[in-house]
Antibody, heavy 120, light 103 residues
C-alpha cells in the first residue's frame, strides 16, 4: 500500500521560501504523476502543481511565478519550493499521487498534510 | 477556466436518510469528475472518479452519477461516520465543498 508523508517547517517568516518534502513508501516515483495541494484554514482545496517522474511539471497559473516542484528518484521523494511567502500562504499542504484516467485525472493517494504558518 | 459549484453548502440529515449532493460545472466536462470526502483533521479521500466509478475500498453506500455539467453524489443511508465535507474535482479545480451534518 502506497503511503505519502510530508515534512518541512511548520513556521516560516514572510518573504522567505517554503521548502517541503514528500516521501513515498510502498511504491516508486516511476511512471506516476505527483502533486501538491493546499488548504488554507477553514477553506477549500487549491491545486498547486504536479510533476511527472521524468521531471516535467505543470503549475497552477496563479502561483506559477513562485513555485518550483522537483523530485529525487533515488530517494523516492519530491519537493515543493514556494518563494516570497505571505500570510495568505498559510495552509495545510498535502502531497498526493495524481492518477490519470482517460483525458482526466484525480488524486488517489494523499499524505496526512503538514500545517504551515507564515508569520514573523 | 471551469468553475465548479456545489450545493447545498450544508446538508443536515438524520442517520439512515439519503444524502444527495450536487456539483455543477460551468461548462461540459463529459464524465470527468471526482468526489472526495474530508473528515475533520484528515486528508481528503477519493470516493468516486469518472463521475460514477467507486474508488478502491469505498462503501457501496456511496454512488456517483451525472455527465456534462450536472453531477450528483448520493449516500444511500447516512451513518454518523459520514460527517465530513465533500468536494468535487475536475482536473486542477475543486468545488467549494458541501458540509454534511448529522441531526
Amino acid at each position: 500500500q502506497m503511503q505519502l508523508q510530508e515534512s518541512g517547517p511548520g513556521l516560516v517568516k514572510p518573504s522567505e521560501t517554503l521548502s517541503l518534502t514528500c516521501s513515498i513508501s510502498g511504491d516508486t516515483l516511476h511512471s506516476y504523476y505527483w502533486s501538491w495541494i493546499r488548504q488554507p484554514p477553514g477553506k477549500g482545496l487549491e491545486w498547486i502543481g504536479y510533476i511527472y517522474y521524468t521531471g516535467s511539471t505543470v503549475y497552477n497559473p496563479s502561483l506559477k511565478s513562485r513555485i518550483t516542484i522537483s523530485l529525487d528518484t533515488s530517494k523516492n521523494q519530491f519537493f515543493l519550493h514556494l518563494t516570497s511567502l505571505t500570510a495568505a500562504d498559510s495552509a495545510v499542504y498535502y502531497c498526493a499521487k495524481r492518477q490519470v484516467f482517460l483525458q482526466d485525472y484525480h488524486f488517489d493517494y494523499w499524505g496526512q498534510g503538514i500545517r504551515v504558518t507564515v508569520s514573523s | 477556466e471551469i468553475v465548479l459549484t456545489q450545493s447545498p453548502a450544508t446538508l443536515s440529515l438524520s442517520p439512515g436518510e439519503r444524502a444527495t449532493l450536487s456539483c455543477r460545472a460551468s461548462q461540459s466536462v463529459s464524465s470527468y469528475l471526482a468526489w472526495y470526502q474530508q473528515k475533520p483533521g484528515q486528508a481528503p479521500r477519493l470516493l468516486i472518479y469518472d463521475a460514477s466509478k467507486r474508488a478502491t475500498g469505498i462503501s457501496p453506500r456511496f454512488s456517483g452519477s451525472g455527465s456534462g455539467t450536472d453531477f450528483t453524489l448520493t449516500v444511500s443511508s447516512l451513518e454518523p461516520e459520514d460527517i465530513a465535507v465533500y468536494y468535487c474535482q475536475q482536473r486542477g479545480i475543486f468545488g467549494p465543498g458541501t458540509q454534511v451534518e448529522i441531526k
